[in-house]
């Protein structure tokens, strides 16, 4: 793990992509239920991949503490919780969510349950994978603690190579649409989070210029397309052969390169670093959590059929709804929840200097 303490601390081009990230993900929602037909923007789910690489990058970067447990689950549980909730007592859809849906989408746990993936909540199968890398992340850490730098990083691209059996196993390959989806297990992800730990590996000794970054985006625009091609692999929600999968993964992997790389080891933008592209990366969570709901109720609030096509009108609502309640709820819970923990660390902190000093003083 990265332990130099000259890092900046905070990074704020990463929080733009945060919101490319989650707007794009948008996209590929509202065009398969408005039934577009874009294969092209079915890969924009590859903003996934982004997701987890960026994650894996800030966590990495720097030494994990005695508080991370309580960190991360000020990040993500009060406004994960809030979402779920409200999708389970007001989405009509989610009226017919049985008791394990319910228990699982509340705990995070819905990929390890058959037909765990509920209405409103089915895109949060990313976020239950997420947050396994959260859990597992200071075992990792331990695991690799007293390597060398380039011990390190064969490590990462070792388990990132292994995780490409995962989908050959017999058991995640026999899956045939009934039971439990081994395919979209933790396992299958690695090499999205290796692309973040290993750019964190190079943070301060490689320095990516900004005229990269075009090259990247357009390298990654190329991905998207070459990967949404049928040959590629099976599109819609048709489930892909290991093979097919496999590549699937891999794309993404690079993907996520191009696109958090160039900044993660380069300088500022001054696009991402804009305040439009601020506000939308400090709201782009709540983005992420409430989208799919707010997209469900776009079709009878304008009357249009799913799969009947609009997509720009469905976009466009989709969009301006989901930052309006983003909003809300950054600022009446994530926000204050993480105060909340901020003030509990402190007490913390507090109190052990107490204790360290009474302890320190003599008889």
């Known amino acids: 793990m990265i332990t130099i303490s000259t890092l900046p601390q905070h990074l704020p081009a990463l929080d733009g992509i945060r919101a490319v990230a989650a707007l794009g993900i948008v996209v590929t929602h509202v065009s398969f239920q408005t039934g577009t037909g874009w294969a092209f ?19 990495w970067r720097r030494p994990l503490n005695e508080h991370y447990y309580r960190n991360r689950v000020a990040r993500i549980a009060p406004a994960y919780l809030v ?17 394990w849906q319910i228990l699982t989408n509340l705990t995070s746990t819905q990929i390890y349950i058959a037909d765990g993936l509920a209405p409103g909540l089915t895109h949060l199968w990313s976020l239950c994978v997420e947050i396994t890398f959260y859990l597992a992340l200071p075992l990792i850490a331990f695991a690799l603690q007293g390597l060398g730098r380039v011990q390190r990083i064969a490590a990462i691209l070792g388990a990132a190579v292994l995780s490409y059996g995962w989908p050959w196993l017999p058991f995640v390959a026999a899956f045939d649409g009934e039971g439990i989806n081994f395919q979209i297990w933790p396992a299958s992800y690695i090499s999205w989070f290796a692309v973040g730990m290993l750019a964190a590996e190079f943070e301060g000794k490689v320095k ?3 005229w990269v970054r075009p090259i990247a985006w357009a390298l ?28 699937r993964i891999l794309a993404g992997a690079a993907f996520a390169a191009c696109i958090v790389v160039p900044y993660a080891l380069g300088g500022p933008s001054k696009i991402l670093e804009s305040p439009t592209w601020q506000f939308l990366g400090k709201i782009s969570y709540s983005i992420f ?25 469905i976009f466009i609502l989709t969009v301006a709804f989901t930052i309006a309640v983003s909003y809300a709820c950054y600022e009446l819970v994530e926000e204050p929840a993480r105060r909340y923990f901020r003030g509990k660390k402190r007490q913390a902190t507090a109190a052990a200097v107490r204790e360290t000093t009474r302890s320190e003083s003599p008889a």
Do not use: K
Request: charged residues 15%.
């Open 41 to 59: 923007a079915e890969r924009f789910d590859y903003f996934v991949a982004v997701f987890f690489a960026l994650s894996a990058f800030v966590l």
């Open 83 to 99: 979402c779920v909730i409200a999708v389970i007592l007001l989405f009509p859809d989610a009226r017919s969510m049985d008791i």
């Open 208 to 210: 990516i210029p900004t």
């Open 220 to 247: 990654a625009t190329a991905i998207m397309w070459v990967a949404s091609r049928e040959w590629f692999g099976p599109q819609g929600l048709v489930h892909p052969e290991p093979d097919e999968f496999n590549r």
């Open 289 to 313: 959590l409430w989208h799919v709901a707010v997209l469900g109720l776009m079709f009878p609030l304008t009357g249009i059929s799913l799969f009947s096509g609009h997509f720009t009108i």
